[in-house]
């Protein structure tokens, strides 16, 4: 696929998305509702250790908490003995054990989203590089996401992730699929612009990332295989850049799909129909076009029957 160094959108949004505040306030929750944690780490809890190699103060819980937050006495903290008792968990554990009988996920944002690591039943282990002291939030779940180069992700179901290669940081990261549409959207259309513009939009980033989940051959140099890059080779994602205009895009179109003759549509797009004009008709989406037209009243549906042609919206 060509850089796609015409789409204006990205660079301008990107230069603000580092500015942002991701998505909407979350509530955060009451610690007082965990009165059984007691600083040590028995049958049936997820727990955090301050130290890496599971040594140091614990902190115990048996649901999935959404924010720690980060002043006392508002914050889930480590209670058990040891370095580190009576510290704000967040961002402060180095590793855990799992007690549970779920696997239980560890995110680098609060909110269940950014980059995070699985735990299965049982399992102990420190946080990765990424996580280690940058842990907001932890979540139990029912299953295990895939490995390696898998996707789970079908042209009639989404992928539960995606293989986001972070080209600066020269890494792969494994990201919740829709914490990546989240974090793709305001970067690459303004959130500014009318809802049914954002909506389209979210379909086309969606749809982008899908098609490419199912089909990428990629590697790195160093071999690692990847389903999209970072920026405007694929679509520009920033991690934290989520907003609730453009979160609640994607939510209200999450459960649509675009196919073509059955298939996920690859649906690209452009800042302008001029700058997509040396591109197959019918096939990109010019990002300037979907805001104009829905200024003048078009659904996001009637948006996209308009750029792509012989597609299908459906769920």
């Known amino acids: ?20 505040l991701g998505g909407a306030v ?27 190699d599971n040594q140091g103060s614990i902190s115990d819980f048996t649901t999935s908490v959404d924010d720690y937050a980060t002043t006392q006495p508002s914050c889930y903290d480590f209670k058990g003995a040891g370095a580190g008792k009576g510290t704000c968990i967040k961002n402060s554990a180095a590793s855990v054990w799992n007690r549970s009988t779920k696997t239980v996920r560890v995110y680098f944002n609060s909110g269940y989203s950014g980059t995070y690591q699985d735990f299965a039943a049982g ?29 789970d992700g079908t042209d009639t179901k989404l992928p539960t992730t995606i293989l986001v290669y972070r080209k600066s940081l020269d890494r792969v990261e494994r990201v919740e699929f829709k914490t990546y549409v989240k974090n793709v959207l305001p970067n690459e259309w303004v959130s500014s612009w009318p809802s049914e513009s954002l909506k389209a939009g979210a379909m086309a980033v969606k749809n982008f990332g899908w098609y490419w989940a199912l089909h990428s051959n990629r590697k790195t140099a160093s071999g ?9 080779s694929s679509q520009v994602y920033v991690p934290g850049s989520a907003k609730a205009v453009t979160n609640a895009a994607v939510d209200a179109t999450w459960g649509t799909r675009l196919t073509r003759s059955g298939k996920i549509f690859r649906a690209q ?3 302008t129909t001029t700058a997509c004009g040396n591109w ?36």
């Open 1 to 20: 696929m060509p850089l796609r160094t015409v789409r204006l959108i990205s660079r301008l949004a990107a230069a603000t998305a580092a500015m942002a």
């Open 26 to 52: 979350l509530a955060t929750a009451a610690p007082a509702s965990a009165a059984s944690r007691d600083g040590v780490c028995d049958t049936g809890e997820f727990c955090y250790y301050f130290n890496s």
């Open 123 to 151: 399992a102990k282990g420190n946080l990765n590089a990424t996580l280690k002291n940058q842990n907001a939030s932890h979540q139990f779940v029912s299953s295990t996401t895939p490995t390696g180069c898998k996707t």
């Open 224 to 232: 690692q295989c990847f389903d999209v890059y970072d920026h405007t």
């Open 269 to 271: 797009y452009c800042a």
């Open 280 to 315: 197959v008709d019918g096939d990109w989406m010019s990002q300037y076009g979907s805001r104009d037209k829905a200024r003048a009243g078009w659904s996001y549906s009637r948006i996209l029957q308009h750029y792509y042609t012989g597609i299908v919206i459906g769920s």
